[in-house]
């Protein structure tokens, strides 16, 4: 099976993209994958873009690292020998040395099953092979923002923004460009949770145990339902609730970054 990203090895390297803003220091990202080539041509391009770099070839070797080294990022393949990228996942999230590092997951085209599952499992982001390192570097730096942003915010009772939407945590009020929006509390506990999640996509799975517990059985069908009710309530911003196929949905903070 081919692993190789669309880019021509030969071409020239995309251009320097900035570290996010506010890094005191040089970040560091663990890639992990059992194709030699591959992780040399990322290691590169993140180097140059201002990364340190660790690199690991299979699963327990990937989990020994981030535990020795606590990386900022691990780059993961799903497709790895012996402990695959999904167990690798699981260990990661479930160890408390490790389960606040964002992962990027490599997936292969097609394994949309595969992607829920990782996102379920804790996983902030996925990107499909082939892929530009353009793409991929962007979906880091993203990423490495949005931890940022949760580090550093405290929700409880806070004004949450994303464009033009305001959440009132405390008041439970909705306003977009300065206008209330009238929303149920099921809409609005899905809102809210699409705005936590800072970008991050949610499955439908994870959507319905934040708005409804999970004791409650509800339908994807259903949460489909309520997104449709929230964008038609959010009338000219409807665009901020983005819909990733076969997956779930994310929260964008501008008309331009949807995929």
């Not at 994870?206 to 994807?220: E, P, S």
């Amino acid at each position: 099976m081919s692993k190789s990203p669309d880019s021509n090895r030969t071409a020239p390297a995309p251009r320097a993209m900035p570290v996010p803003s506010g890094s005191a220091s040089r970040r560091t990202v663990l890639v992990v994958d059992d194709e030699k080539d591959l992780v040399e041509l990322i290691s590169f391009n993140l180097q140059r873009n201002g990364f340190d770099v660790l690199s690991a070839y299979n699963g327990n070797e990937a989990i020994e690292i981030a535990q020795r080294e606590k990386p900022d990022l691990i780059i993961l393949d799903l497709m790895l020998p012996g402990i695959d990228g999904m167990e690798v996942t699981r260990r990661l999230k479930a160890d408390s040395r490790t389960a606040g590092i964002p992962l990027v997951m490599l997936t292969a085209k097609g394994e949309e099953t595969d992607v829920v599952v990782g996102l379920t499992l804790g996983a902030d982001d996925y990107v499909t092979k082939p892929f530009s390192m353009k793409i991929l570097l962007a979906r880091l730096n993203t990423v490495l923002r949005r931890a940022e942003q949760a580090q550093t915010a405290d929700d409880s009772g806070a004004m949450l923004r994303a464009g033009p939407l305001e959440i009132d945590t405390a008041k439970h009020e909705v306003l977009v460009g300065g206008e209330p929006v009238k929303l149920t509390l099921t809409e609005f506990k899905l809102l809210l949770s699409l705005v936590q999640a800072r970008g991050r996509v949610l499955t439908r799975d994870q959507l319905m145990d934040k708005a409804m517990g999970t004791d409650v059985f509800v339908t994807d069908r259903a949460i489909d339902v309520h997104v449709t009710a929230i964008r038609k309530k959010l009338g000219s911003a409807s665009w901020l609730v983005h819909t990733v196929r076969g997956v779930g949905y994310r929260l964008q903070e501008s008309q331009e970054s949807g995929e």
